[in-house]
């Protein structure tokens, strides 16, 4: 059957309401990884919903547990065709955050799939039911259409993401030959905007941290006791000024990469952040102002203030509080050297005088991306923009962050991600969604993908070769 055929089909997935009733049944399940109940639905999502979609797919199907004693399942299938083919990877996380039912709008519910104004409304509709459901749609397509996929697929699937992804690493590091594949193709995180196809090819790294001013039990009187006794809340926004300016610009050199390399900056050249109706405003003046606000997002970091407290802001009393805490978060890209940086923040406030400001390190995820000029990005970027017809935008990684680097790190492969959300999906948040445009968009790009993947390890189709240039 003609590539066209198989787009076509998979376009009539969704125009059929077939993937509206698929996605409605997954969405059913509250397979959230922050509570007990939710642990008990992703087993129930993984072998009720996830086992059979896979084993349609020819795969054999393995649920393993995690290595990590309070993490969830994995689940890995397999289909093999000939070891003579190229593998693909592909990835999906069956878990959710909390539903938060009481916050949506009226007539919406977290596990009601409802279609409004073209969003197709429901928690994990865009995180990440949704997308992997995409995928394994167009899998099947180009599948039924063809008789085989002409490559060998793996599918890996964890239940934790949403809180870490927990014995991640190790189970991949544990399962690497079960798991050993040419390239890693997934679909998680935003598209550059609703408009436009993207794919990204890594993802920044995060560490959070808390700076903690904890000088005495209990407030004393500000009047009384003002300008005698430090203020752990003007303490704390001192030491925060010294590590970030009050223009979001950050001063210790040692959390910025040294450069942008040429391969980033050339992949961000024209790229425009902030265009889907309904999103702020880029603020000028703000951060790094020499970068363009695609640099700055894709290809630097940023350091955040995301809480702090000191006294009771609800109600205020005329005392100088006795504890003040902030949390930064610093989202960064690769190149960035952050060993010892406990030690070095420590030593950064001593220098400044704040000896008093406790430093406590958190949640930390590496930074990773794939070259650009890597020949599996340009084998899908291709294949997209001749789905599409047009040029489609391709990003070194996104502004936040995915368990990407146990793929480039761990399995060593080459990574790239085609999502089918965009930044106004409000994931994590009341009225999650996915539009229906993008869903019916993205069931074509796969397809097509898939299927190009097929003819080119097949031999049958010579414009794409990249992929089979990039094994050699």
């Not at 003007?234 to 010294?242: D, N, Q, S």
């Amino acid at each position: 059957m003609k590539r066209e055929h198989v787009i076509a089909q998979a376009q009539d997935f969704y125009d059929s309401g077939e993937f509206h009733r698929e996605l409605s049944e997954l969405v059913s399940v509250p397979s959230e990884s922050q509570s007990a109940a939710g642990r008990v639905a992703l087993s129930a999502y993984l072998q009720d919903l996830l086992v059979p979609r896979l084993e349609a797919l020819g795969c054999a199907v393995e649920t393993h547990l995690n290595p990590v004693a309070d993490g969830g399942p994995f689940l890995i299938a397999t289909r093999h065709e000939s070891p003579d083919l190229p593998t693909v990877l592909c990835y999906g996380h069956a878990d959710v955050v909390l539903g938060m039912a009481e916050d949506w709008s009226e007539g919406l519910s977290p596990w009601t799939l409802v279609e409004r104004d073209g969003r197709l409304c429901g928690r994990g509709t865009a995180d990440n039911k949704g997308q992997h459901l995409v995928n394994l749609a167009a899998l099947r397509t180009v599948l039924d259409a063809r008789g085989s996929l002409g490559f060998n697929l793996t599918f890996l699937f964890e239940t934790g993401e949403e809180i870490g992804s927990p014995g991640l690493e190790q189970f991949v590091s544990d399962h690497r030959e079960e798991l050993a594949a040419d390239v890693l193709i997934a679909s998680d995180g935003p598209r550059l905007d609703a408009q436009t196809p993207t794919l990204f090819l890594g993802a920044r790294g995060g560490v959070d941290f808390d700076l903690v001013v904890n000088l005495r039990e209990r407030g004393y009187h500000s009047g009384n006791w003002g300008g005698l006794l430090r203020n752990p809340a003007t303490t704390l926004a001192g030491a925060i000024g010294t590590l970030v300016d009050g223009h979001g610009r950050i001063l210790l050199d040692s959390l910025v990469p040294e450069q942008i390399p040429g391969a980033i900056l050339e992949a961000l050249r024209g790229v425009e952040v902030g265009r889907t109706p309904g999103d702020p405003v880029v603020d000028s003046g703000w951060s790094a102002t020499e970068l363009s606000p695609a640099e700055r997002v894709f290809g630097w970091n940023t350091l955040e203030v995301i809480a702090m407290s000191a006294g009771n802001i609800v109600e205020p009393v005329n005392a100088i509080p006795g504890q003040a805490r902030a949390r930064l978060q610093l989202r960064y890209v690769v190149g960035t050297d952050l060993d010892d940086l406990g030690a070095r923040l420590r030593r950064h406030l001593d220098a400044h005088g704040y000896s008093m400001v406790a430093v406590e390190l958190g949640i930390s995820f590496p930074a990773s991306r794939t070259d650009p000029n890597d020949g599996w990005v340009r084998t899908v970027a291709e294949s997209v923009e001749r789905t599409v017809g047009s040029p489609v935008t391709v990003l070194p990684n996104i502004g936040g962050s995915l368990p990407n680097h146990v793929f480039t790190a761990t399995l060593g492969i080459p990574t790239v991600w085609m999502p089918h959300s965009y930044p106004g999906c409000r994931q994590h948040a009341p009225d999650e969604h996915m539009l229906a445009s993008i869903a019916r968009e993205g069931l074509a790009m796969a397809a097509g993908l898939f299927y190009d993947i097929g003819n080119v390890a097949g031999g049958h189709d010579a414009p794409l070769e990249s992929a089979s240039a990039s094994r050699s």
